[in-house]
């Protein structure tokens, strides 16, 4: 069995209860490893928004055996449209659904992460789950590694994961405190119910049941829509260029007016549906320039606290549950020696994780030029497997 030295369980310690630190503990309770998940925050739950789980992160739901669980509460766009901004004239339009199981070996969804972060934790034992316990720091230690808290207490374990998000106390302990890049991109997420979009039918340029994925593609911004939770909900993605710094907390109140105004001039289709939310909340993106080393002897960063990326890609989930899975593996491969098998961990996931973390930066440069070029290819992200570390080639 993975996840044993000798005769007793290896004790892996996950400092962080999100999107990527959930996705590890439940591998590597799958691969019979002792698992501790400590999170800063006293109660769970993932801030409600959208997110797109590309084939790449639909394969580590797979792996998890949870990928039907997940299609039951998930949403698969029927078909992508790209419309021009202002005129509302539609330039790409292009079939989805069941395209990307074609392609690369998996569907493309849309999932509330609500919904997603309780299908993860569903995977890990309530009893490995403590609440209102923050990391102040993590040392190695002889055979294993201790996670200090910051009320005074240390923690052993045989491995330390940091998957504590971008501002990370596992990264600074290991490699030095230094400040998020202000990406120059503010946003706002909203969602509404999808009867908003049917009532509002004669407003927009082309006709829409909801079931599509839907950019509207501007030179100071983008404007997402896609279907949540099986169609019942439209998740609405705002993002605007700004060299105007923007909290990164997604719990800063905004103005509806501030919203509107932001994008005044596009069609007003969209922004009348922009005007149906009954709140708005607003912050800044940011990101790190890629880190060399993720790993210190046995402790390794994995997710927003390894690579915190721009979202013009939609893979900072998606990442985040490739680390979670490929982690696992490697210590289920390498148990007589979590040391090399963090190595490993780093030598393949490194790359790989920085990579994404340029291309998105480059791709929402690119959105900003007039006319914008084609869109990077996505085939090597798409096409990749954690559960495998091999990338799917279509027939």
Known sequence: MGGTAGSRRLKVIVVGAGIGGLTAAAALYQKGF????????????EVGAGLQIAPNAVKVLRALGLEDEFMGIAAEPTERLSIKWDTGEVVVRERFKGRMREVFGANYHTAHRADLHRLLLSRVP??????????????????GAIMRTEDGR????????????IKSAVRAQLFGSRAPRFTNQICWRIILPMEELHRAADKLPTRLNGSEYIGWLGPTGHVLFYPLRRGELLNIFAGRVSTEWASDDWTVPSSKDEMLQAYAGWHPGMLHLLSQAKEAFKWGIYDHDPLEHWVQG???LLGDAAH?????????????????????RHLEQGSADPAAALAAYERERQPRGSRVQLQARQQF?????????PPLPVDWIYGYDAASGTTHRAA
């Open 154 to 165: 240390e923690i052993e374990g045989d491995i330390v994961l940091g998957a504590d998000g």
């Open 34 to 45: 002792e698992v501790e998940v400590y999170e800063r925050a006293r109660q769970l739950g």
């Open 308 to 328: 915190p990326m721009m979202p013009t890609l939609a893979q900072g989930a998606a990442i985040s549950l490739e680390d979670g899975y490929a982690v696992a």
């Open 365 to 373: 440069l690119n959105n900003q030029r007039v006319p914008p070029p």
């Open 298 to 300: 046995r402790i390794a």
């Open 126 to 143: 309530e009893s490995s789950i403590h609440t209102g316990v923050a990391c102040a720091g993590v040392a190695n230690a002889e055979g």
